[in-house]
């Protein structure tokens, strides 16, 4: 297909209002369910499925599978940067507000790790510190100082690598819409976050408790700057 014609095409797939506002949803880097984003845009389940596809056949959005749910999110940066220059003329864009209750959007487990806003921002934190480079569909390997980090943390990385699953992968967060640490190390991160004391699992639920004390003893054992608070 020519570059013009191309273009038209991607012009044409913006151009419909409901299709737009699941588009500038997705601006702030979350992904969404089509269930959410058919009611971001004020259609039916069905219509938003089609939309959907549309945008993704497109190469506009990028869907990814969690268990059984499909979360869609923009398909890049190119993408972002070319939503965000039309919003210059058009205005600002939908935004998107989480019902998760607060304390299971602060942390809570996630089948054998940890998720919440707590579990991605450490998440980010491993990442912005080149710890975590990319291995395969959503998967981790350390990288050479993460992997010292980690086994100055009191990891044994070894015994982690030698389970018979994945050693680390990007997990989506239900609540958040970014990934946190899932896998062996992301299990053996919770795992020493109780053990420590860093964390307290909740009786009657899935949720975690993380105190300011708990949070920046936990960034400590990393040798990151830690925060007043949990996120």
């Known amino acids: ?16 209002p409901a299709r737009a506002r699941m ?15 058919s009611v971001v845009a004020q259609v039916s389940p069905s219509t938003a499925s089609a939309h959907l596809a549309r945008l993704r056949d497109d190469g506009l959005l990028r869907q990814l599978a969690q268990g059984k749910h499909r979360y869609y999110s923009l398909a ?37 790790h940890m998720a919440g806003s707590v579990a991605v921002a450490l998440h980010d934190r491993f990442a912005h510190q080149g710890w975590l480079e990319a291995e395969g569909e959503n998967a981790y390997r350390l990288s050479p100082e993460g992997e010292a980090r980690f086994t100055e943390a009191g990891f044994d990385v070894a015994a982690l690598r030698r ?20 896998g062996a190390l992301g299990a053996a991160l919770l795992g020493m976050a109780l053990q420590k004391g860093w964390a307290e699992q909740d009786l009657d639920s899935r ?13 400590a054992a990393f040798s990151l700057e830690a925060d007043p608070a949990p996120p």
């Open 76 to 112: 890049g940066g190119n993408v972002a940067a070319a939503l965000e220059a039309l919003l210059v003329v058009a205005g600002p864009a939908t935004t998107f507000k989480a019902t998760a209750p607060h304390r299971l959007r602060t942390a809570r487990t996630c089948y054998d």
């Open 207 to 219: 949720a975690l408790q993380v105190s300011a004390t708990g949070w920046r003893r936990l960034l």
């Open 163 to 182: 389970q018979r699953r994945r050693f680390a992968c990007a997990c989506l967060d239900w609540s958040e819409r970014r990934p946190h640490l899932g």
């Open 1 to 16: 297909m020519d570059a013009d014609h191309h273009l038209a095409r991607i012009a044409s797939a913006i151009g419909d």
């Open 23 to 37: 588009l500038c949803c997705l601006l702030d880097g979350h992904a969404r369910t089509s269930t959410e984003l």
